[in-house]
């Protein structure tokens, strides 16, 4: 999957604006959202922090249409009338392959409808090469590591060709140096193929070192919204992202102190 | 692996060589008593201490034939069409039971298991005649439907759709909801969410029910016969009774028990091609990696 491939079908152009107004989601007489706003700008790389159970992953869930909002609307790009299934796919916590399909197989089901097409197969293997896991096509998703299975994962989102892509915390149970190669992975894979990147973590440093923009999430609203204007590729440990990182940590801290 | 690897230290420690030919030959005997083969051990043993119970005449042969006069009534009545008759009339018997409700009951478990209106309407009326034992009916079967086939098909076809039905919902209802929202989330249609995701997800459990069915097959197939029929092998050893031809019964039961065993083995192939991707089935072939 090429840029030049992309690019040629209008129809499958990447990158797409998100809008989200007046956004409530209560569960029971819990409310998690109250009235939240968000725009993202098409091909923007967003991280969405915030202390657990402050309602990122509810966010997500309701930008990915897994759940139903109790209010307010979201849309993409121009037209309002397009589909969240259509437009947006998901990467969660868990790298959820079928364990009774083979890896290949398991990258197949990104292509929807596009499977069995003449090209699918190799489009499929292609997406497997660019995670590095080509020479695993035929195994059984049973005999691969967690990076592995997540990395799969990965490859099976690509392959669907999203306009936006959202990740709920999928580094969340990868142990340190997988992390670090799948933030590089997936920095890669937003910078060719373009699309719009939402990106729900707790690890501020993950956030810093991917994201165009950070905004927080308090109290089922959005409290801070940081531009991370900072070149890419990011170093760790370099000075301004350690600085940015020590800033939005001691706001998330600070404000737990102060409550 | 380990073993050979101390090999030589027990050796030199008690520098001889009595101790290493006691090891070895308890690893070669621990070899031949993990193979597939030594599961005849038992069944042997027991057939030879027979043989010789009845060759001492330690049992009185009207009672208990001896296994060779068993074989012997087994190639006497292979000879004279009887025995292979019977056999096939009873093995199509309960490949049709199973055929028709197995099918039953694996339509009505995808339904009520992915349907909350077919669950709701089916279930309970599905639960309560689930406690009733289906050979409970013989006597209403053998009025409605007389002593023929139908008889016996619908008795095996009561008994082998409850396992099925049970274990098939239970599979469906069990399959991961996870993955059903990602492929959701993938926009996979229905159809395909059935045949990539629910189905896959509930077979462990269907075969469960099939096996458990196989066994309530024989089991219903075997009384039927044995109380209304005009022929099988039921029918065999009933006739048999009446004419004191105590090897031709010994000989019914020893091939159910046969009958059985087979049946339990084709399931389990069955299950190894179909849960090849299980790792149960995957650390048995030895192949993780």
Redesign the interface.
């Known amino acids: 999957m090429t840029i030049v491939e992309t690019a040629v079908d209008a129809r499958l152009a990447p990158g797409v604006s998100v809008r989200a107004r007046n956004l409530d989601k209560s569960y029971g007489a819990k409310r998690v959202l109250s009235g939240l706003d968000l725009d993202v700008p098409a091909g923007q790389f967003l991280a969405i922090v915030g202390r657990s159970g402050c309602g990122k992953s509810t966010l997500l869930r309701l930008v990915a249409g897994l759940d139903e909002k109790t209010r307010g609307g979201v849309s993409f790009g121009e037209s309002a009338a397009s589909h969240a299934r259509d437009i947006v796919r998901v990467m969660f916590q868990e790298p959820r392959l079928l364990p009774w399909a083979r890896v290949l197989a398991n990258v197949e089901v990104g292509l929807g409808e596009r499977r069995g097409g003449a090209d699918g197969r190799e489009q499929a293997l292609e997406a497997l090469r660019s995670v590095g896991l080509e020479d695993r096509a035929k195994d059984w998703p049973s005999t691969l590591s967690g990076g592995q299975k997540q990395r799969v994962a990965f490859a099976r989102a690509l392959v669907s060709r999203p306009r936006l892509l959202a990740f709920d915390e999928p580094l969340g149970a990868l142990d340190a140096l997988t992390r670090v190669e799948m933030q590089r992975l997936l920095e890669t894979a937003w910078l060719r193929d373009g699309f719009t990147a939402l990106l729900v973590t707790h690890d501020v440093a993950e956030a810093v070192a991917l994201a165009d923009r950070i905004v927080i999430i308090e109290n089922g609203a959005i409290s801070r919204d940081i531009a991370v204007d900072l070149p890419r590729p990011r170093r760790r440990g370099a000075v301004e992202v350690a600085e940015l990182e020590e800033q939005i940590l001691d706001y998330l801290l600070g404000d737990a102190a102060g409550r | 692996m380990k073993r050979a690897m101390t090999h030589p230290q027990e050796a030199s420690i008690s520098s001889g060589g009595s101790a290493r030919g006691g090891v070895s030959r308890r690893i070669r005997w621990r070899a031949i008593l993990e193979s597939r083969a030594s599961a005849w051990i038992v069944p042997l043993s027991i057939v030879a201490i027979w043989q010789a119970a009845c060759a001492l005449e330690l049992t009185p042969s009207t009672l208990l034939p001896s296994p060779l006069a068993v074989i012997d009534a087994a190639w006497r009545l292979t000879l004279t069409g009887e025995l292979p008759r019977n056999l096939g009339v009873s093995f199509l018997r309960a490949i049709g039971g199973l055929a028709i409700g197995g099918a039953i009951g694996f339509i009505f478990g995808l339904a009520n298991g992915v349907s909350k209106i077919s669950e709701v309407l089916a279930d309970s009326t599905l639960q309560m005649a689930r406690n009733i034992p289906h050979l409970a009916l013989i006597p209403l079967v053998i009025l409605w439907l007389g002593i023929d086939e139908e008889a016996k098909l619908f008795l095996v076809s009561i008994g082998v759709f409850f396992p099925i039905y049970v274990n098939t919902l239970h599979g469906v209802r069990s399959v991961d909801p ?2 059903v ?8 249609p229905s159809r395909e969410l059935f045949r ?2 629910v189905l ?2 509930a ?1 462990p459990s269907i075969f469960v029910g099939l096996r458990y069915a196989l066994g309530v097959m024989w089991l219903t197939l075997i009384v039927a016969e044995t109380i209304a029929a005009q022929s099988g092998l039921g029918y065999m050893a009933m006739q048999a009774r009446e004419f004191m031809q105590v090897d031709v019964v010994v000989l019914s039961i020893l091939i159910y028990a046969l009958l059985g065993k087979l049946a339990d083995s084709v399931a389990r192939v069955l299950e190894r091609v179909c ?1 090849s ?3 149960a089935f ?1 650390r048995e072939r030895g192949g ?2």
């Open positions: 996870q993955l929202e990602m492929a959701r989330s993938y926009g996979m990539q995701v896959p997800g077979l849960l991707w299980h790792p995957q993780a990696s």
